[in-house]
């Protein structure tokens, strides 16, 4: 018995004796790295790194870029069974424990004394996970997990168990870009965090241990292994029943790879955002920047609609250029035939995720695609990594039977295709011509043809193709200058080259109205004043004479000047021009924003030979629209930062205000102060020429918008040399909106602005404006209606018959037609001063 006394005795004080030891060896350490340790306070400021994300003006998404995806949750919006399966995966005693799980690190110690030093695994709680990650290197070293355990001991004491918890779930990387547990249910299910089921929950939260080992795209076999696991710890701390268990690991695996998917598709506006930021922050990508633009959620999409259809119908009616891709092989074995074998297998090497597309594409390829007679692997692959583009999805001919053609599409599909969607398809040989309408479905294309379909509104489909023609359409508020809506191309995916700002091409007769209007706004000119339409030789400054010509090739004569912007007369322009002098309308068309030094110094300008951008355009159009306020496009509306939403730069732009006094300088709207616009054209004027662009929708180049059913719409066609662009510029109050369609090499079109691009317009506009009601300006003070003489632009007497009217600038009115007995004095006494034609120039 004493001696059993003795060895309890003994045992007893070597406890003490090693609970004191690490007493004082954890006092030591404490009192060693305590110097060297990162303040645990400033986790509860922390700031993740966050991408740049870019909305609408009413908060859609539209873009969203940087290295690191995230989406920082409160610990309330995770859903209580995500917090039990990283607890099951991780940390199961997270709740109970204060920063340190001393089984775990016993466990740890192990592993150190076999490792020679070397931290291998285990040991860290969720709390000294928190600590490595945000404070710490990931250095597998004995020093850095003292100082981690005596961080997470500080951790506890600091913040509470739910705000730990919250940074831990923030913060880890998760495979694929995805940082954090919101991250991860966009990537892998395209899903917000709290619509996962539990096996796909269990599913991410076998990821922090190993991103890429478990990771379901990259190893289904190992991520589905780890997952039931999980489950299985689950139901053995009592988290979940025995029936949800058995639900949960018979779920099969639906992870996929997701983009971040924008509520609104605005790819060319997104990128313009994005490089406003990289050029003026150094952590664009990373600190968190939300960029609210000026963008409208509803006109962006129509806008990239019609847009879209328009330069299909254009590639429509110039026929068939030919598949895509031809001979495409059916199956991936078919397919590595004509392939290195050992370029192929490293390339797979390389990438987990490729080799576990390719896997999975041949165990579908098993199983028949209905319709389809054999292994189409390598068919589904090559549809899966071709993009859509806009309204065409990529399928491949599958058969040709008469007028019949069977299409594969995305996800093994098969589409059939009607003559009523082939019978097009003659073959293109140029801009002009077609060759002879096809007879079967075989002079289209064969099988194992790469090509594109089209939806069309009573949900059948048929052929159609990339078109070759591009455009871009530019949307402005008349009176701020906000940029609406911008499309630079068919389909950013296609081309990221943006036309609306990069393209500068000729503007042709869309140019007209600004030539007109620095004669309205002189006073040396009226609506009816007489021009004539006839032919003119000029020298050009070099050996050559410049003959200019009307486009129809005809001459009308003696012309006002109402009609000869209605029907585009380009003699009547150059005349107007003439007349004006150059050098000082040149100084007038400063005030649309057009550059002098881009503008030529010679009376071509008068027939739109100046390259201009489409947005550079629709400013000066917007100028029209307003009134003659000089508003300047903008699209950042406001720069936040962090997740406190600091603001960073808030737009401040110049609007137009036709109520304001001459010298008053800011107005207030909605609860903001703006500064007003300086006025740059007589309103007087600028409301005559608005209503000469009313004749050119009601009597000339542009009827087609008379489909629109609405008066207040006004606007001008543009073709230029060989219809090499096709151009629309118009606007109501609310609207302003350009169009340009041509070819970036600068070919031509074969097209008129009246076939190409007016179109486009008016299927914008007529879903912008549906439901609103018509608005013409207010006529300005000094405006005046005159009947006037359709031959000599004068003003008739109250007792002379017929003539039509005419607006006119009241202190700028033309002389008075004389009446007959006037005349005949005026002859007979040979007068040269005052003939019918004195206005003519």
Known sequence: MKFFRTLAFSAFWLLVSLSTASVLAVAGAALYFAPGLPDVRQLQDFELQTPLRIFTRDGKLIGEYGEERRQPVNYDEIPPTMVDALMAAEDASYFDHHGVDPKGLARAAVQLAASGGDIRSG?????????????????????????????????????????????????????????????????????????????????????????????????????????????????????????????????????????????????????????????????????????????????????????????????????????????????????????????????????????????????????????????VSNWLQVLDRTPVLGPLEPAIVVSTEGREMRVLARGGEVRTLDWDGLDWAQPYRNARYRGAAPNSAADIASPGDLVRILQREDGSWRLSQQPDAQGSLVVLDPDTGAILALQGGFDYDASKFNRALQARRQAGSIFKPFIYLAGLNSGEVNPATIINDAPVVMEDGSSELWRPNNSSGDFLGPTRLRVGLARSRNLVTIRLLQTLGLERTIGFLENFGFHPERLPHGLSLALGTTSLTPLEMTRGYAVLSNGGFAIEPWLIQEITRGEAQTVVQEADPLVACRECAADQETVERDGKTYRVAPRVVDPAAAFLLRDMLRDVVERGTARRALALERGDIVGKTGTTNDQRDAWFAGFNTELAATVWVGKDDNSSTAEYGSQAALPIWVDFMGSALAGTPEHWPERPDGVVTRRVDPDTGRLLHDDQSGGIEELFRADHLPSYQPRRVDRAVEQESGSQGTGAYEAIF
């Open 123 to 375: 040991g860290s709680t969720i709390t000294m996970q928190v600590a490595r990650n945000y404070l710490l290197t990931l250095d597998q070293t004995f020093t850095r997990k003292i100082r981690e355990i005596l961080l997470a001991l500080q951790m506890e004491q600091i913040l509470s168990k739910e705000e730990i918890f919250e940074l831990y779930v923030n913060k880890i990387f998760l495979g694929h870009r995805a940082y954090g547990i919101a991250a991860a249910a966009e990537v892998y299910y395209d899903k917000p965090l709290g619509d996962l089921t539990l096996a796909q929950q269990a599913m991410i939260a076998g990821l922090p241990k190993a991103p890429s080992a478990f990771n379901p795209l990259a190893n289904a076999e190992r991520a589905l292994i780890r997952r039931n696991w999980i489950l299985f710890r689950m139901r053995d701390l009592g988290y979940i029943d025995q029936a949800a268990y058995d639900e949960a690991v018979q779920a099969p695996i639906t992870a996929r790879r997701h983009q971040t998917k924008a509520e609104v598709t605005a790819d060319y506006v997104a990128e313009m955002a994005r490089q406003y930021a990289v050029d003026r922050f150094d952590d664009a990508y990373t600190g968190g920047y939300r960029i609210t633009t000026t963008l409208d959620s509803e006109l962006q999409p129509q806008a990239r609609q019609a847009l879209a259809n328009g330069l299909i119908a254009y590639d429509t009616r110039h026929g068939w250029r030919g598949a895509e891709q031809s001979d495409i092989p059916r199956s991936l074995a078919e397919a590595q035939e004509n392939t290195d074998p050992e370029g192929l297998e490293e390339e797979l090497a390389e990438s987990p995720e490729v080799m576990s597309t390719a896997r999975q594409a041949a165990e579908r390829s098993q199983t028949e695609v209905d319709g389809i007679d054999g292994d």
